[in-house]
């Protein structure tokens, strides 16, 4: 229905696990993002891409590590975990790059929902 | 100062009433400008952008306040259907088009 297309919905994993969420989108986009949600808290913006380049990485622990093989794919590979980054991991999508475009919104997967035990 | 900023809420609403709610931004050069809902558990769905001199769609109106530094949202004859969270989100394209969230304003609408 949002053009993005999050795999798997939910995760179980323990902490030493390698796991990977994938991320689709159908909108033609050139900007991909994870966002990580934790209970109670507000998004938090993980890594952004743009035209296939990382161009942004929020401080985030090396345990987590994103990959954009081309514009359409975005994944995430997790490995050693700690049941703190159990969470809701929204992959997001965007036409942001290239002049004149003002109006960027971002169009949301329907995330995956990890659980660290 | 955070980037973004709301009120976490959450605003008791009577069925049919209007309630607005604010959102705070930090950066004077932000360009862009977004409201999403998120209903719980849920990912984050665009309501409407805001546009420079307000915007509405049916029972919504956005407004800007570029002055102040802040966008609104004003929600009429408020339905039980509305009970949500309400993201603002803001772009600054000098960062790469990146889109920062404020913490939500959760509206519940009660009979």
């Known amino acids: 229905e949002t053009g993005v297309t999050q795999t798997p919905r939910h995760l179980v994993m323990g902490m030493t696990n390698k796991k990977s969420l994938k991320c689709e989108q159908h909108?033609?986009?050139?900007?991909m993002y994870w966002y990580k949600q934790s209970a109670k808290k507000p998004l938090e913006l993980m890594f952004v891409?743009?035209?296939?380049?990382?161009?942004e990485n929020n401080s985030v622990p090396s345990r987590f590590s994103p990959e954009c093989p081309n514009s359409s794919h975005l994944f995430l590979h997790l490995h050693t975990l700690q049941p703190e980054d159990s969470a809701l991991y929204l992959c997001?999508?965007?036409?942001?790059?290239?002049?004149?475009?003002?109006?960027?919104?971002?169009?949301f997967g329907q995330g995956t929902r990890l659980t660290v035990v | 100062r955070k980037e973004v900023e709301q009120d976490p809420g959450p605003f008791n609403v009577p069925e049919g009433a209007t309630v607005a709610f604010n959102c705070t931004y930090s950066?004077?050069?932000?360009?862009?400008f977004f409201w999403y809902r998120q209903d719980c558990r849920k990912e984050p769905k665009l309501l409407m952008s805001v546009y420079s001199s307000g915007n509405e769609d049916g029972r919504f109106t956005a407004q800007l306040n570029r002055a102040s530094q802040y966008i609104s949202l004003l929600i009429r004859d408020s339905k039980l259907s509305d009970s949500a969270t309400y993201l603002c989100?803001?772009?600054?394209?000098?960062?790469?088009?990146?889109?920062?969230f404020g913490g939500g304003t959760r509206v519940l609408v009660k009979p």
């Open positions: 909108l033609g986009h050139n900007a």
């Open positions: 891409y743009s035209l296939e380049e990382r161009v």
């Open positions: 950066n004077s050069a932000s360009q862009s």
């Open positions: 997001a999508s965007s036409q942001g790059v290239g002049s004149g475009y003002l109006n960027t919104e971002a169009f």
């Open positions: 989100a803001v772009n600054l394209k000098a960062a790469g088009n990146k889109l920062t």
